[in-house]
């Protein structure tokens, strides 16, 4: 009985040695308000501008207005599944998105979270999406063309790489088209081009994905595209991930 009771001992003492928890320290807070993609969230005083936020049901929101005791967030996700009183917590990682060639050929959310069905993006970088833009001395100057394939604008405004060009119209004249022929005329080249929807419907943007691929120029276009369900957030927030 003795050497049991001192085997006892030697288990419960290694044990106790052994033992050990890794304790984390997360802020959290909980939702006072919330309708048509924006929470209103009460602690979180720890929480960064621009950070990201974890809902329940793994919908992600990032902090921007950071008030005394509360935090407005917008929510990029389906906003309808948060309620008054769930709980949010802070992920300490500000908002950021991956960079790289994994994402050639790729359709994804505001997030840079695949919707294709193509499996995880292979990215080993990523980048903030609010950064602080290279200064204009150090910036490549102007000096290779850019064919959009339509004789009438290649021949009367010229256009070149790293140049930012307007394309203003109503709705259903021609400006995706425009985008679109221009993505295909670049078959062949070296030119990687990113195609953002901006409040388009998903209906839309699988017909835009369908003709590249028809044409054969899905291999060098990556898509920023908001995918349902839709809040507004969503609709404004794909152009500033898919600058970096």
């Known amino acids: 009985m003795s050497t049991r009771g001192q085997d006892i001992t030697s288990v419960i003492r ?96 505001s997030l840079g979270r695949p919707v294709d069905g193509k499996g995880p ?29 339509i004789k009438a604008i290649d021949s009367m405004i010229p256009i070149g790489r790293g140049q930012r060009e307007l394309v203003i119209g109503d709705r259903s004249t021609g400006k995706t088209a425009i985008a679109l022929d221009t993505i295909i005329s670049q078959k062949g080249g070296d030119l990687v081009c990113i195609y953002v929807a901006i409040g388009q419907k998903v209906s839309k943007v699988a017909q835009a994905v369908a003709t590249l691929r028809a044409t054969g120029r ?15 957030p969503c609709s404004i927030w794909p152009p500033m991930p898919a600058a970096p």
């Open 218 to 232: 899905w291999s060098t276009p990556s898509w920023w595209s908001p995918m349902p369900p839709i809040p507004s």
């Open 14 to 109: 290694q044990q106790i040695e052994q033992f050990g928890t890794a304790v984390t320290m997360v802020d959290v807070g909980t939702v006072i308000e919330v309708g048509d993609g924006i929470a209103r969230i009460h602690g979180l005083a720890g929480a960064r501008y621009n950070e990201l936020l974890e809902f329940p049901n793994g919908v992600i929101g990032i902090a921007l207005n950071l008030e005394e005791d509360s935090v407005g967030a917008i929510v990029l996700g389906d906003w309808m599944g948060i309620k008054e009183g769930d709980e949010v917590r802070c992920t300490g990682r500000v908002t950021e998105v991956p960079v790289g060639e994994g994402l050639i050929g790729r359709v994804v959310d």
């Open 121 to 149: 993006i292979k990215a080993d970088k990523t980048r903030p999406v609010e950064r602080v833009a290279p200064n204009l001395v150090m910036r490549q100057p102007v000096n290779t063309p850019v064919h959009t394939g």
